[in-house]
């Protein structure tokens, strides 16, 4: 497994792209089509695609298909973004897999002045092992952008869009539009998308790519939605509004807003795949899929007493949905957020979301090249935070810190502490916090 690993590092990492179809088109199809095997559920979106991913995983294993599941980046293993039934494959079908691969790999690499990238070879990993599985359905994650992201060789029955905001932007462009003409990429011929609520300068580009694939269009806010939310213990009770029914009393263990909304996206999308207002879900089937959803590293608690929680919101966008669900759902008495972001981030958009809502930030490294030294990130924070911030340039230290402070400064049973900034930053925390429970 190591050498396997080692062998997917050399390649180029997922934040050097050469736009192009051609490559893993190659390898596909050197492959025989393994992704033109089984129908395919495609997520796209800034934020709230893994997470959405597993609820729609959920829901179609409750429904009796086996599936395939493909997110990215992981958190703590590579093997957890290749997922069947539910579950990461074992790192000794990973490695038979790219064993298998591996030939196939030197010819298309010949082929190419660039040679295939790291997600390139893991998405055809993947595909690959959902083919042989075989699976009924793939559950497949965009990793960037749309028309040109590795992915997008699928043929998505449903394609899936996710609000959409400016990230990567050196990749998908500057502003909303231009960032949801090409997520809107995975729209297929006679498919059916799946919209979140758009920022006005996305919907446009959306229903263009639809119509000119001749795709059906289903909306949130017109065709399905949330009813009604309300904050319960360890999550949120939901009544969703879907493309074929209600579903009440819905229990969601996973916080904020955010989430209710990804629920209700999967749900619609899992009824599009079924055939849409024909396809009305049973409502216990439902209840119980939603009660079962997990999503690793999104406001998730580790520790009690103090409480401490990883979230892997990484651009200004995902740090005000955690914002919002800290300010809603949690009480401290003190809150303090340790952050480490990479270099290429909107560091002080996301610092500007989180400093109405913690009392002080530590700032820190995490273990990517790509960090931004905590040297470089404390003079922003201080400059958002002002004296609340701190620095300490190795997580555990950062961690012990936070405590301190947010104890020193609570009274007893209400000190919080939350590190984020990055999805590296939050698998970095949950590796070590969970190693010493």
């Given at each position: 497994?190591?050498?396997?690993?080692?062998?997917?590092?050399?390649?180029?990492?997922?934040?050097?792209?050469?736009?192009?179809?051609?490559?893993?088109?190659?390898?596909?199809?050197?492959?025989?089509d393994?992704?033109?095997?089984?129908?395919?559920?495609?997520?796209?979106?800034?934020?709230?695609?893994?997470?959405?991913?597993?609820?729609?995983?959920?829901?179609l294993?409750?429904?009796?298909?086996?599936?395939?599941r493909?997110?990215?980046?992981?958190?703590?293993?590579?093997?957890?973004?290749?997922?069947?039934?539910?579950?990461?494959?074992?790192?000794?079908?990973?490695?038979?897999?790219?064993?298998?691969?591996?030939?196939?790999l030197?010819?298309?690499?010949?082929?190419?002045?660039?040679?295939?990238?790291?997600?390139e070879?893991?998405?055809?990993m993947?595909?690959?092992?959902?083919?042989?599985?075989?699976?009924?359905v793939?559950?497949?994650?965009?990793?960037?952008?749309?028309?040109?992201?590795?992915?997008?060789v699928?043929?998505g029955?449903?394609?899936?869009?996710?609000?959409?905001?400016?990230?990567?932007?050196?990749?998908?462009g500057d502003?909303?539009g231009?960032?949801?003409?090409?997520?809107a990429?995975i729209?297929?011929?006679?498919?059916?998308?799946?919209?979140?609520?758009?920022?006005?300068?996305?919907?446009p580009?959306?229903?263009?790519?639809?119509?000119?694939?001749?795709?059906?269009?289903?909306?949130?806010?017109?065709?399905?939605?949330?009813?009604?939310r309300?904050?319960?213990v360890?999550?949120?009770?939901?009544?969703?509004?879907?493309?074929?029914?209600?579903?009440?009393?819905?229990?969601?263990?996973?916080?904020?807003?955010?989430?209710?909304?990804?629920?209700?996206?999967?749900?619609?999308?899992?009824?599009?795949?079924?055939?849409?207002?024909?396809?009305?879900?049973?409502?216990?089937?439902?209840?119980?899929?939603?009660?079962?959803?997990?999503?690793?590293?999104?406001?998730e608690?580790?520790?009690?007493?103090?409480?401490?929680?990883?979230?892997?919101?990484?651009?200004?966008?995902?740090?005000?949905?955690?914002?919002?669900?800290?300010?809603?759902?949690?009480t401290?008495?003190?809150?303090?957020?340790?952050?480490?972001?990479?270099?290429?981030?909107?560091?002080?958009?996301?610092?500007?979301?989180?400093?109405?809502?913690?009392?002080?930030?530590?700032?820190?490294?995490?273990?990517?090249?790509?960090?931004?030294?905590?040297?470089?990130?404390?003079?922003?924070?201080?400059?958002?935070?002002?004296?609340?911030?701190?620095?300490?340039?190795?997580?555990?230290?950062?961690?012990?810190?936070?405590?301190?402070?947010a104890?020193?400064?609570?009274?007893?049973?209400?000190?919080?502490?939350?590190?984020?900034?990055?999805?590296?930053t939050?698998?970095d925390?949950?590796?070590?916090?969970?190693?010493?429970?």
């Open positions: 497994m190591r050498d396997v690993e080692a062998a997917l590092a050399s390649r180029w990492p997922e934040s050097r792209i050469a736009p192009s179809l051609e490559r893993i088109g190659d390898l596909t199809t050197v492959l025989g393994p992704q033109a095997t089984f129908p395919v559920i495609h997520i796209g979106g800034t934020n709230g695609k893994t997470s959405t991913a597993r609820m729609i995983d959920e829901l294993r409750g429904l009796g298909l086996r599936t395939g493909y997110t990215s980046p992981h958190l703590e293993s590579v093997t957890e973004r290749i997922a069947l039934d539910g579950s990461p494959v074992d790192p000794e079908l990973f490695a038979a897999t790219y064993a298998e691969l591996s030939p196939y030197a010819v298309v690499d010949a082929r190419h002045e660039v040679q295939l990238s790291f997600f070879v893991l998405t055809a993947a595909f690959a092992t959902f083919a042989d599985a075989p699976v009924n793939g559950v497949v994650e965009v990793g960037m952008g749309g028309a040109w992201d590795a992915t997008n699928v043929d029955k449903i394609a899936v869009l996710l609000p959409i905001s400016i990230d990567h932007a050196e990749y998908l502003s909303v231009e960032i949801a003409a090409e997520k990429g729209i297929k011929t006679e498919s059916v998308a799946v919209l979140a609520e758009q920022p006005p300068d996305a919907l580009q959306l229903q263009h790519r639809a119509l000119e694939a001749g795709a059906s269009v289903v909306r949130e806010g017109m065709d399905f939605g949330v009813r009604k309300e904050v319960a360890g999550g949120q009770l939901l009544s969703l509004g879907g493309l074929a029914g209600s579903y009440d009393d819905v229990f969601l263990p996973l916080h904020g807003a955010h989430q209710a909304q990804n629920a209700v996206c999967a749900l619609a999308a899992v009824e599009a795949f079924f055939g849409g207002d024909r396809a009305s879900l049973d409502t216990d089937l439902v209840r119980a899929a939603f009660a079962g959803v997990g999503s690793p590293g999104r406001l608690v580790l520790r009690r007493s103090p409480t401490i929680m990883v979230d892997a919101a990484h651009n200004p966008a995902s740090a005000r949905a955690l914002a919002n669900a800290l300010r809603e759902e949690f401290f008495a003190s809150l303090v957020a340790v952050v480490a972001v990479l270099r290429d981030k909107d560091v002080v958009g996301i610092l500007e979301a989180l400093a109405p809502v913690v009392d002080a930030v530590v700032v820190t490294h995490n273990s990517s090249p790509r960090v931004l030294p905590a040297a470089d990130l404390v003079r922003h924070a201080v400059t958002v935070v002002g004296e609340r911030t701190y620095r300490a340039d190795a997580l555990p230290d950062a961690i012990d810190l936070a405590v301190q402070i104890e020193r400064d609570s009274v007893a049973g209400g000190a919080g502490v939350v590190v984020t900034g990055s999805v590296v939050a698998g925390a949950r590796r070590l916090l969970r190693s010493h429970r």
